[in-house]
């Protein structure tokens, strides 16, 4: 059977060597995904990485998915087609101008489970790849000088006059006739 179909299948569950929020940071650049979009694959439903892939390229996805920290399984495409979803799972389903002309409402949530959420090309060769440790620096900081600012075209006035006019500041009027003082107790 080595033509057989595969898909990734993925939980939400972490490999527990890098923190949750690296896990997510990991799988949002290698999915270029939003937080949203990252969110949703970690909501405990089983969400299908890639679909109708041979074992090699399962293995592929398998692997760069593990080093992000992230754990996933490999199943038969036909037995994910064929698997109903779990009793608590809530598909999205479908407005009724993408409903079929055929089928009911259940049919339509039974070919929406497991659906592809990416589509991610991975390359033939991850030898080159690794995964930097949580908190290291991946590139260098280069230190930017600021730029200071001519100021040889500026003077200051030699003579004693203010750089502005005074000004008077008019006494508050304050009503305090309503307050009074108590001797401390």
């Keep these: 059977m080595d033509t057989e179909k595969l ?3 993925f939980e939400g569950r ?18 270029k995904m939003n937080g949203s979009q990252v969110e949703s694959l970690f909501s405990g439903k089983p969400i299908a990485i890639k679909r109708n892939v041979d074992k090699q390229l399962a293995n592929k996805y398998v692997t760069a998915l593990q080093k992000a920290g992230a754990i996933c399984k490999i199943i038969s495409a036909e037995q994910t ?12 389903e479908k407005t ?7 089928g009911t409402q259940q049919g339509a949530s039974a070919r929406n489970y497991g659906r592809d959420i990416v589509n991610l090309a991975v390359p033939a060769d991850l ?4 995964m930097a440790e949580a908190g290291e620096i991946l590139v260098e900081s280069v230190e ?10 500026l003077s200051f006035s030699t003579d004693e006059k ?5 000004t008077t500041t008019p006494e508050p009027k304050l009503d305090i006739s309503g307050f009074s003082i108590e001797p401390a107790e």
């Design 7 to 9: 898909n990734v299948i």
């Design 14 to 31: 972490l490999t527990g060597d890098l923190p949750l929020e690296q896990v997510k940071a990991n799988l949002a650049a290698m999915f």
């Design 81 to 92: 087609n064929t698997a109903a979803p779990p009793q608590n799972t809530q598909v999205k």
């Design 96 to 102: 009724p101008a993408q409903q079929p002309s055929s």
């Design 127 to 130: 030898s080159g790849l690794n």
């Design 144 to 153: 930017i000088q600021p730029e200071i600012p001519d100021t040889s075209g």
């Design 162 to 166: 203010p750089l502005a006019p005074p």
